[in-house]
């Protein structure tokens, strides 16, 4: 990438992984929406493709085929790790090689796609942005492994972005909760999605777009002399418990 400072990726190649549905598909929108030329890689096909984003079939946990899919490619500007994901599981609802297998998809696959990545990035002076997940700062009961995963992801970015640099950039986007197509799954219908979203500072949960105009932005050159960093995506934050709990200060 230049020193030119242009914010749009046009005519960059950029690869969102899992970008099919939900989040990546937001990103992988974003990003042709801003003139990149835009590569979704996943196991299976998008249900509804995004206009203007070529799909091609990979299993990121396979690294001969996760190599083969990036040695195809004539170059590669950005790198979007976004695959992952995880059902909501107690520990001891299943074994350690299941919960392996979280562990596998939310942080050595994208570690797989980095590295096969990198010779394209570094030649391109490109970027890497990994979609973590609050679930990496905070406990995570019911996906213990997914928020373990998380947690290592954004060290392992932060580790990158010194390795490799000052050619390849590496970022991590911090994402809490986001309203996609699989949102009721997690939070029930509208009327518990509404329900969370009042515990959310800005009232709402992040659509797919938002994180993919934030993931935009640490790819393009407007955030040149920013690597090793963690945007977060998340409303807000969380309202701490306690406050709700607290009895001072209530109306009687």
């Known amino acids: 990438m230049d020193n030119s400072h242009e914010p749009r990726p046009t005519g960059r190649t950029v690869v969102v992984t899992g970008g099919t549905r939900g989040v990546g598909a937001g990103i992988a929108r974003a990003f042709a929406e801003a003139g990149a030329d835009v590569v979704t890689c996943a196991r299976r096909p998008p249900e509804v493709p995004v206009k203007g ?8 946990r396979d690294p001969r085929a996760v190599r083969a899919f990036f040695a195809a490619l004539p170059r590669v500007d950005v790198l979007v790790n976004n695959a992952g994901g995880t059902p909501y599981r107690r520990l001891t609802d299943a074994d350690a090689e299941r919960h392996a297998r979280v562990i596998e998809l939310n942080l050595v696959a994208p570690l797989t796609a980095s590295l096969a990545a990198y010779e ?3 030649r391109s002076r490109g970027s890497v942005v990994m979609v973590g997940s609050v679930s990496g700062g905070r406990p995570s009961p019911g996906s213990a492994a997914y928020g373990a995963a998380k947690a290592g992801l954004d060290s392992l970015a932060r580790s990158m972005a010194v390795e490799w640099a000052p050619e390849v950039r590496v970022n991590t986007l911090v994402v809490g909760m986001v ?3 699989l949102a009721h799954l997690h939070y029930g219908g509208d009327d518990g ?3 969370v979203s009042r515990t959310v500072p800005l009232g ?3 659509e797919p777009a938002d994180v993919g105009t934030a993931a935009v932005f640490l790819a393009s050159d407007a955030a040149a002399y920013i690597s090793g960093a963690s945007l977060l995506v998340h409303g807000g934050g969380e309202r701490p418990a306690f406050l709700d ?8």
């Open 204 to 206: 709402r949960l992040a």
């Open 120 to 122: 394209q990035l570094k």
């Open 193 to 195: 999605i509404a329900e």
């Open 179 to 181: 309203r996609t197509e």
């Open 245 to 252: 709990a607290a009895t001072v200060n209530k109306e009687a």
């Open 53 to 60: 984003v070529e799909f091609r079939p990979v299993d990121l």
